[in-house]
Structure formats: structure tokens, C-alpha cells
């Protein structure tokens, strides 16, 4: 079982940064792939970003590409979300998930297949 905190959202200007947090508990952490989701007021939930085991492989939705970097410190049980130059459509509630197992391809964008989520942290990103 892995439980799943995230932090770090609140209010930015647009062009500016943030960097969210997903604070993990469990012995198995380390070997979870990790991704990073977004739903924004009336839309339907997004994909953002998503990591393997151990950082080596990274990817990324396009609207977000070049501008948000996910990484990890496993050390530390965290999975970290640094937002740059950040726009009024990045607007959402952020969310991480886990899977036991790597998610290959497409499926990473797929909330479906992780089976761990935390509750949420808010961005709010004005113009």
C-alpha cells in the first residue's frame, strides 16, 4: 500500500514558477512509476508527466513539454513537479499517481492503470 500527498500548488502569475511535491509512504516506492495528472473546473482529468523507477525515463504531454520537468528522489519518497513559465491554462488541481508496474507506451497517460492517488494540491495561474 502507498499512500500519496502532494503539496506545493497555490497562486502564480502567469510566466512564473512552482514546483509541487508528491510525498510517498511505503517501502515499495522506490519501484513505483510515478505520474503526475491535472483537472481543471468542467474538464475531464489530463495527463501531465510520468517517470520510471529511477528517473531514467521521463515524459510528458505536449502541452507541457520543454516548460514542466518531472523528476524523483527515492531517497526521499518524493516525486517532484517543476512548472516554468507557467500559463492561465495550466490552471487545475494536480494530482500524482503510482503504479506497481511500468507503463509502457501510451498507457502512462491512461489515469486507469495507476492504482495509487493522492488528494490533490491546486494551481491557479493568472493573467
Known amino acids: 500500500q502507498v499512500q500519496l500527498v502532494e503539496s506545493g500548488g497555490g497562486l502564480v502569475q502567469a510566466g512564473g514558477s512552482l514546483r509541487l511535491s508528491c510525498a510517498a509512504s511505503?517501502?515499495?516506492?522506490?519501484?513505483?512509476?510515478m505520474g503526475w495528472f491535472r483537472q481543471a473546473p468542467g474538464k475531464e482529468r489530463e495527463s501531465v508527466a510520468a517517470?520510471?523507477?529511477?528517473?531514467?525515463?521521463?515524459t510528458y504531454a505536449d502541452s507541457v513539454k520543454g516548460r514542466f520537468t518531472i523528476s524523483r528522489d527515492n531517497a526521499k519518497n518524493t516525486v517532484y513537479l517543476q512548472m516554468n513559465r507557467l500559463k492561465p491554462e495550466d490552471t487545475a488541481v494536480y494530482y500524482c499517481a503510482g503504479s506497481p508496474t511500468f507503463l509502457y507506451g501510451s498507457s502512462w497517460s491512461q489515469g486507469t492503470r495507476y492504482d495509487y492517488w493522492g488528494q490533490g494540491t491546486q494551481v491557479t495561474v493568472s493573467s
Open positions: 517517470i520510471n523507477w529511477n528517473g531514467a525515463s521521463t
Open positions: 511505503g517501502r515499495t516506492f522506490s519501484t513505483y512509476f
